[in-house]
């Protein structure tokens, strides 16, 4: 199994600022996911990272809003830009067992807006 | 778009009973279904994923089973504890890929002494 840290644990932003998020693994990965946990909602994907190539969003994501870096095979940060209140969530970094399916969770930046 | 439901109500067992979740899927075929369990403030962790072609997983105290006719899954727990109080996510391969997931809300189970 992996061992994911995130950091920060948690943050209070204001306004209009940015919060850039780092997830790190203890082992090499080929894909890496960032989701939005909102408060009382279920894990959304944002996008997925893939060492060397672009992040793939999801459907009402955009890179302007979240751009992710994935510079090796242990590291990916997602920013979260221009935020507002609405942005206020538990953002979750993952990887995926290679070949299973299953994914590992780091234990996620809870992030305040105000 | 695919749709997971999960039961959104807080289950209440007591310790010692089979706590039994349901996670209902609508508009999805998929290739497998996972089950997660989340504790507060901490990230999901992976319990248990059953293919489209099993009908029952089981480890240790669970079991999962999985009708892609009903397209419905159920996860007991048997002989619970109060330290399986968690909430617990039911997940399905998404529409976007093989390796991506889609989530349902989660049930919170609370098992009481």
């Known amino acids: 199994s992996a061992v994911i840290s995130q950091k920060p644990s948690r943050d209070i932003c204001q306004r209009g600022t940015s919060l850039t998020i780092q997830c790190q693994v203890d082992s090499q990965v080929t894909m890496m996911f960032w989701y939005r946990q909102q408060p009382g909602q279920s894990l959304t994907l944002i996008a997925t990272a893939n060492q060397g190539s672009e992040a793939t969003y999801e459907s009402g994501f955009v890179i302007d809003k979240f751009p992710i870096s994935r510079p090796n095979l242990t590291f990916s940060t997602l920013t979260v830009s221009n935020m507002s209140p609405e942005d206020s969530s538990i953002y979750l970094c993952s990887v995926e067992d290679q070949g299973t399916g299953t994914q590992y969770f780091g234990p996620g930046t809870r992030l305040t807006v105000l | 778009s695919q749709k997971i439901e999960q039961n959104s109500e807080a289950l209440n067992i007591q310790e010692g009973k089979t706590a039994t979740l349901t996670c209902n899927y609508t508009n999805y075929s998929p290739a497998y279904l996972q089950w997660y369990r989340q504790d507060p403030g901490r990230g999901p962790v992976f319990l248990l994923l059953?293919?489209?072609?099993?009908k029952e997983k089981r480890k240790e105290r669970l079991k999962v089973t999985f009708d892609t006719t009903l397209k419905q899954s159920l996860f007991h727990i048997t002989a619970s504890q109060p330290a399986d109080s968690a909430t617990y996510l039911c997940?399905?391969?998404?529409?976007?890929?093989?390796?991506?997931?889609?989530f349902g809300k989660g049930t919170m189970l609370l098992v009481s002494p």
């Open positions: 059953i293919r489209e072609n099993e």
């Open positions: 997940a399905l391969d998404g529409s976007s890929g093989y390796s991506t997931l889609t």
